[in-house]
């Protein structure tokens, strides 16, 4: 069934016209049907094959949904790009109307353009007006657009070339200057300054080397460097595999423990080895770490380590272009270095002394055996033999200054937290000793003596305690009945007739009251328990609210 089913839905009889029609057209009896360039349709193509989906249906039998399109990719070429940055001729004399207000063209706006702003635009000044720039309409398609080299000019590679023979140049001169700069007349420093490579061309200067030889001669180790696990011969272009021999037992089946050393299978390396107890002198394998810091492998690296840090400071050390260059001033190096490693000891030997202490029993008899047999006990004591010498300080031991008899430190001060002499207990180094008088005083200047000293006097009299005894009875709560006071009867009346004495002469409170606060403040009187309940007792009746207070008999008449 090559149709569409764009016609909308069948009766039930055209459905059956359909069907004998498509049996027909299988069988042969009936032609096939034509699509839209008028090409046969098989008849026997499926119905999910010959019926095109919603979006590309024509309404009309056809199998071109099924073809692949016609695509045009002539824009996707890198020919067909722009010219930057060209101008369309002369720039006009004056600000026309729509253009850029910053520059005066025609092509863009002011928020587009691409010059610096100026401080007053064209718009205004007239002036320095820029020609309009050529507008190319370049389609691009999907992979133009992504081609991260379209529009890229071949002739912009030139500048590389042009740089790199700049800086070539520059090089050469540099080591111009540095030869005429030189002060030995010797003719082979020389040479070792100024080559860049060792190899002389039939055309260049044999006193001046070039990168471009550097590069050769790279260029040729490399030839001849074998490539990770295979070995390279150069003459015969035969690659031979560095395989171990199929006898030995490999790495990782020396120590099965998981937790053992790491086995890399790309570089076929086990750095650490594999049993931790044998030595590596007697192991059989003792990774790959142990064969690269013995034997010379050291020498090697140090070598490295010092053509490294020779160009970093500027000299022309180069250990793959010129490996007997970089031993020789390796070697000539070391000489130096030794050499003034000895001027320096000797000049501080001359000016400070003390070369008697750089001799020394050599290491041998130091760390060697001896026959001198000593046993001990549990508890550290000599059963047999002689004891060892005990290690004595190079400082002087058991000097006593000062009339001292113990040394500086035997004495721990715990209030200060200082050291000093236990026999005087002085805490000033190298001061004169004082003795037990020297204790006395040391504990009566620490910090608890003199509070215990300042408290003692501050403690009062007994004359005093009595009047501050006295004082505190009177102001005491027990003037007001709160508690039991002890008064003298006679001392007592004697107080109330002086009471009354005094009310009698018409004496106010107020002076009163400033005359005792004077004997007080005098010292010359002091108020006794006596005077003040007279003081009360006189005082009650008139002071009572209820003192005059007299019934009458009109107030309970009814």
Request: glycine letters at 6%; aromatic letters at 8%.
């Amino acid at each position: 069934m090559a149709s569409s089913s764009a016609v909308g839905k069948l009766s039930r009889e055209e459905f059956r016209r359909q069907k004998d029609l498509d049996a027909a057209r299988k069988a042969g009896t009936a032609p096939a049907a034509l699509d839209e360039e008028g090409r046969p349709i098989n008849p026997h193509i499926p119905q999910y094959i010959s019926q095109a989906p919603w979006y590309l249906d024509t309404g009309a039998p056809s199998l071109s949904h099924q073809r692949r399109p016609f695509d045009d990719r002539s824009a996707d070429k890198l020919d067909n790009w722009y010219d930057r940055g060209a101008k369309a001729g002369p720039a006009a004399k004056k600000y026309r109307k729509g253009a850029c207000e910053n520059c005066g063209a025609m092509t863009h706006k002011r928020q587009d353009c691409l010059e610096r702003p100026r401080k007053k635009g064209a718009k205004f000044t007239n002036k320095n007006i820029q020609a309009d720039e050529i507008i190319h309409d370049v389609a691009t398609g999907f992979d133009a657009k992504r081609d991260r080299w379209n529009g890229y000019d071949p002739a912009e590679h030139k500048k590389i070339y042009e740089e790199y023979e700049a800086v070539e140049a520059a090089r050469q001169k540099l080591r111009e200057e540095e030869i005429d700069n030189q002060t030995t007349t010797d003719l082979a420093a020389v040479r070792k300054v100024a080559k860049a490579g060792k190899k002389e061309g039939k055309e260049a200067d044999p006193d001046f080397g070039s990168s471009d030889e550097e590069d050769a001669d790279d260029d040729k180790y490399a030839d001849a460097a074998d490539a990770v696990g295979q070995k390279l011969d150069t003459k015969t272009r035969i690659t031979v595999r560095n395989l171990r021999i199929r006898e030995d037992t490999a790495k990782y089946l020396i120590n099965l423990d998981p937790e053992s050393a790491y086995y890399d299978p790309k570089t076929r390396s086990m750095r650490d080895a594999p049993i931790k107890n044998v030595p590596a002198e007697d192991a059989k394998f003792a990774g790959d770490n142990f064969f690269r810091f013995s034997g010379e492998a050291p020498e090697v690296q140090e070598l490295q380590l010092f053509a490294w840090q020779a160009a970093a400071r500027g000299n022309d050390v180069h250990l793959n272009a010129n490996p007997t260059q970089g031993q020789l001033l390796h070697h000539e190096f070391k000489e130096k270095k030794e050499m003034m490693k000895d001027v320096n000891k000797v000049s501080i030997l001359a000016k400070y002394g003390g070369e008697e202490y750089l001799e020394h029993v050599p290491r041998e008899l130091i760390n060697g055996q001896t026959e001198d047999y000593v046993e001990y006990s549990r508890t550290g004591q000599v059963i047999k033999g002689k004891e060892r010498a005990k290690a004595r300080s190079k400082y002087p031991e058991d000097v006593y200054v000062n009339n001292h008899t113990d040394v500086w430190g035997s004495w721990y001060d715990l209030s200060s937290g200082t050291w000093g002499y236990a026999c005087c207990h002085s805490t000033i180094h190298i001061s004169y000793c004082a003795g037990e008088v020297g204790k006395e005083a040391a504990h009566a200047s620490t910090a608890q003596a003199l509070l215990a000293s300042s408290k003692a006097q501050l403690e009062p009299s007994a004359q005093n305690n009595e009047a501050r005894a006295r004082i505190e009875q009177n102001y005491s709560k027990k003037r007001v009945g709160e508690g039991d006071v002890s008064l003298d009867k006679d001392r007592l009346a004697e107080a109330i007739s002086e009471e009354k004495k005094r009310k009698a002469r018409g004496d106010k409170d107020d002076d009163r009251s400033s005359k005792k606060m004077k004997g007080l403040q005098s010292g010359s009187h002091d108020v006794t328990e006596e005077e003040l309940e007279a003081y009360r007792m006189t005082r009650r009746n008139a002071e009572d609210p209820m003192a005059n207070y007299v019934d009458s008999d009109d107030v309970y008449t009814r």
